[in-house]
């Protein structure tokens, strides 16, 4: 296996937590008046894209937003619907703060546990526990058009994250982000995983995104290193097109890092993968 590398992903992963820790932090600190004048005062809630989807019934229906929901929330969930459209879920392996930290966490968990790291669920069981963030898409939604209010705040660990040192977050947000964190021990990636209503949106968009992790198979070895290194448990090796709900699009499977044949597993578009498997046809 070719040896790790501190990679791009990494570095973004690392500046948008700090990102997002320093605006949050400064609203705190402007409200005492003794904000940073060069930094935006949004509060988190205005720099969440997920605030955007929750709020669209009020909007449609009244033409406003939920309480504590601003533009910004609209204008980041159309940007990243539209990465969406064009490259699949990298919102999730790239961006969110809370998915990045569940992945530092894994590290622990894998030293820990070696191979049966990421493993201890069942197939089955994790198969069926992949449609609950469906569910809570749902409930999200529905409990949000009929109060007007973030009821999610209440046990959203994302907020908790970055806010459980103000006071304002409920006790059951920051039981869920331990939870969360605790689990990350054992599950990669558990909150996207299972519960995130907003990778729940974002995984289903990409199953019609431009851009997709696409497998040669006329060069496949099929040694299975990328389902082995996969963080979301897809089998990576019998697919053409890696157009998977859970694909974040982080690309430790791909031809510069897992795969040990070169060209093989790349971002490309659905026509390439059409090609690819003419030819194999015509083999």
């Not at 969110?96 to 201890?120: A, D, R, T």
């Not at 959203?156 to 059951?172: C, K, N």
């Not at 995130?196 to 968009?205: Q, R």
């Not at 070895?221 to 859970?246: A, E, F, Q």
Request: glycine content about 6%.
């Amino acid at each position: 296996m070719k040896k790790k590398r501190f990679h791009v992903r990494t570095i973004i992963q690392i500046f948008f937590l700090l990102l997002i820790a320093l605006v949050v932090t400064n609203k705190e600190l402007a409200d005492s008046g003794q904000g940073l004048p060069f930094l935006s005062e949004a509060s988190i809630h205005a720099i969440c894209p997920f605030g955007g989807v929750v709020s669209i019934y009020q909007f449609v229906t009244e033409g406003s937003y939920v309480h504590r929901i601003h533009d910004s929330s609209f204008v980041l969930m159309f940007l990243v619907l539209i990465l969406t459209l064009l490259f699949g879920a990298v919102f999730c392996g790239w961006v969110c703060p809370l998915g990045s930290v569940q992945e530092w966490i894994s590290k622990m968990g894998k030293q820990l546990f070696g191979k049966s790291y990421n493993h201890f669920v069942p197939v089955k069981v994790d198969q069926a526990l992949r449609y609950l963030r469906y569910g809570v898409l749902i409930w999200v939604l529905y409990a949000t058009a009929n109060t007007a209010q973030l009821v999610f705040k209440s046990v959203d660990p994302y907020y908790a994250l970055f806010q459980f040192w103000t006071g304002e977050v409920a006790a059951s947000a920051i039981i869920t982000l331990i939870l969360v964190l605790l689990a990350s021990l054992w599950i990669e990636r558990p909150w996207c995983k299972y519960f995130c209503p907003f990778g729940a949106i974002l995984g289903l968009i990409s199953k019609i995104s431009l851009f997709s992790l696409t497998r040669d198979p006329n060069t496949c070895i099929d040694c299975k290193i990328c389902d082995r290194v996969c963080p979301m448990n897809i089998k990576i090796s019998i697919l053409n097109s890696v157009r998977h709900t859970n694909c974040i699009v982080c690309l430790e499977c791909s031809s510069e890092e897992a795969c040990p044949v070169k060209d093989t597993l790349l971002l490309s578009t659905k026509l390439k993968v059409e090609n690819r498997v003419g030819e194999q046809g015509r083999k």
